[in-house]
């Protein structure tokens, strides 16, 4: 209850009644002060819609600059919560911020709270495709040498997701590829990442993207183009209260390998 006490203290603060009055002046706010936040309220609540009827008599439309005070200076302990004087003075303040009583302040900043958790793991997650394309483009950059570590902090090690992109790779990294960067020669671009399934321990994401890369061999200089623009499906879960990309299912895996296998059994 003590952050539910910080949050209402901080919302009156911010309310425009208080703000645009003196008060919001003051940072250090002394008995003056807090009469004047209760003529502020006192106004307010005559108005209120909750008030009018029978709960204006039960729970009354004026506080105390005492009571306001108080409940600014001090630090309530678990006991205050059943204390009915007190409770019906936190009904009258959420009243004043707009809420229907403590109850209804307290479900909306749970729901806020849980939104705003949901928006930030959803942000975290689309910014775990974007992390994870960069890692990506890093390490074809260090072709021939294969290292997959770098793709091991957003991919779990034991995923298939790894185990056939370090294939595929490896491939490569033997037949002595090397990624050309010059001049921006090899680039990538990531778009329009959204959730497709929200489930509270998996997570898939789809992504466009836009992957032009140009490999040459080392000894020969025969060169290899990537350029595709396809659709991407990131499989995420959660193992022990840790996302990473689980699989993917990218349409054009190991495209290279596949050229490479055609060329070599059309060669005579």
């Given at each position: 209850m003590k952050t539910i006490y910080n949050s209402i203290r901080e919302e009156i603060v911010k309310h425009s009644k208080v703000r645009n009055s003196v008060l919001g002046n003051v940072n250090d706010w002394k008995r003056s002060h807090?009469?004047?936040?209760?003529?502020?309220?006192?106004?307010?609540?005559?108005?209120?819609?909750?008030?009018?009827g029978g709960k204006k008599f039960e729970i009354g439309n004026t506080i105390s600059h005492v009571t306001l005070q108080r409940f600014f200076e001090n630090d309530y302990q678990d006991k205050t919560h059943n204390d009915l004087r007190f409770l019906k003075t936190l009904d009258k303040i959420c009243i004043f911020l707009g809420y229907k009583d403590l109850n209804d302040y307290i479900l909306t900043i749970r729901y806020r709270k849980e939104h705003d958790e949901e928006a930030d793991e959803q942000s975290y997650l689309t910014q775990m495709v974007y992390d994870y394309c960069a890692a990506a483009f890093e390490f074809y950059k260090r072709f021939p040498t294969h290292n997959t570590e770098p793709l091991k902090d957003l991919v779990f090690e034991d995923s298939p997701f790894l185990e056939r992109a370090s294939q595929f790779s490896k491939e490569l990294c033997d037949k002595d590829f090397h990624l050309v960067t010059k001049n921006n020669r090899s680039n990538y671009e990531v778009f329009d990442i959204h959730v497709v399934t929200d489930e509270p321990e998996k997570k898939i994401l789809e992504s466009?993207?836009?992957?032009?890369?140009?490999?040459?061999?080392?000894?020969?200089?025969?060169?290899?183009?990537?350029?595709?623009?396809?659709?991407?499906?990131?499989?995420?879960?959660?193992?022990?209260?840790?996302?990473?990309?689980?699989?993917?299912?990218?349409?054009?895996?190991?495209?290279?390998?596949?050229?490479?296998?055609?060329s070599n059994i059309r060669k005579p």
């Open positions: 807090y009469i004047i936040l209760s003529e502020i309220i006192k106004d307010e609540l005559s108005e209120a819609e909750e008030l009018k466009q993207e836009f992957w032009n890369l140009l490999f040459k061999v080392g000894e020969t200089g025969e060169e290899h183009f990537v350029n595709q623009l396809s659709t991407q499906i990131y499989f995420i879960r959660k193992v022990n209260g840790i996302w990473k990309i689980w699989d993917n299912y990218n349409p054009d895996a190991g495209m290279l390998n596949k050229e490479l296998k055609q």
